[in-house]
């Protein structure tokens, strides 16, 4: 299986700040690659798909990148809802798999 | 309202069955992709199965293959997870999760979660 590993597991961030988020796979997977983000008691949220496709009512500070097996999460200025926990996930092959997440808290 | 409300959850002793549905609304269910996705306690995500949009596509992690049945009732708008032998990792909150279309498998609508607890 296709293993996904993010970076870094955890991030101390201050509202404003810009953060970058990585997403590595264990082999190519094109551009078929999720992010989603998950606050503390809530289902995830789909943030971006196909790697750079922001969903339907996702701002515009977050945006993505990359293809193969490097891609990357940017927030380009973080507001404090965006306080969370952030997964990538593949779907080139069965079975479907998550990255660890990583979470980003308040410094 | 478009959502989706999963229920069956509950506390079953290792071995046992519990069955998982998950009701759809506001939008025509029979078109879209579904999966189920579990969450241990304070762990990440994991993709558990996968339907398709008319049923006769299904799918599932290893470590369920065998012991768990995904299906769906489009004339009830409604997913189903029937899980057998079910064991103390099987322990999560489990979700269910709309496909954003049938070609594009990332999940653009999740239910909050039903819990499932294996113990003795």
């Known amino acids: 299986e296709i293993v996904l590993t993010q970076s870094p597991a955890t991030l101390s961030l201050s509202p404003g700040e810009r953060v970058t988020l990585s997403c590595r796979a264990s082999r190519s997977i094109g551009t078929y690659l999720t992010w989603f983000q998950q606050r503390p008691g809530q289902a995830p949220r789909l943030l971006i798909y196909?790697?750079?496709n922001r969903a339907t009512g996702i701002p515009a500070r977050f945006s993505g990148s990359g293809s193969g097996t490097d891609f990357t999460l940017t927030i380009s200025s973080l507001e404090p809802e965006d306080f969370a926990v952030y997964y990538c996930q593949q779907r080139s092959e069965w079975p479907l798999t998550f990255g660890g997440g990583t979470k980003v808290d308040i410094k | 309202e478009v959502q989706l409300v999963e229920s069956g959850g509950g506390l079953v002793k290792p071995g046992g069955s519990l069955r998982l549905s998950c009701a759809a609304s506001?939008?025509?269910?029979?078109?879209?992709?579904m999966k189920w996705v579990r969450q241990a306690p304070g762990k990440g995500l994991e993709w558990v199965s996968f339907?398709?949009?008319?049923?006769?596509?299904?799918t599932y992690t290893d470590s369920v293959r065998g012991r768990f049945t995904i299906s769906r009732d489009n004339t009830k708008n409604s997913l189903y997870l029937q899980m057998n032998s079910l064991r103390a990792d099987d322990t999560a909150l489990y979700y269910c999760?709309?496909?954003?279309?049938?070609?594009?498998?990332?999940?653009?609508?999740w239910g909050q979660g039903t819990l499932v607890t294996v113990s003795s």
């Open positions: 999760a709309r496909d954003l279309s049938t070609v594009i498998r990332a999940s653009d609508l």
């Open positions: 339907i398709n949009d008319n049923g006769n596509y299904i």
């Open positions: 506001g939008f025509t269910f029979r078109i879209y992709n």
């Open positions: 196909d790697a750079f």
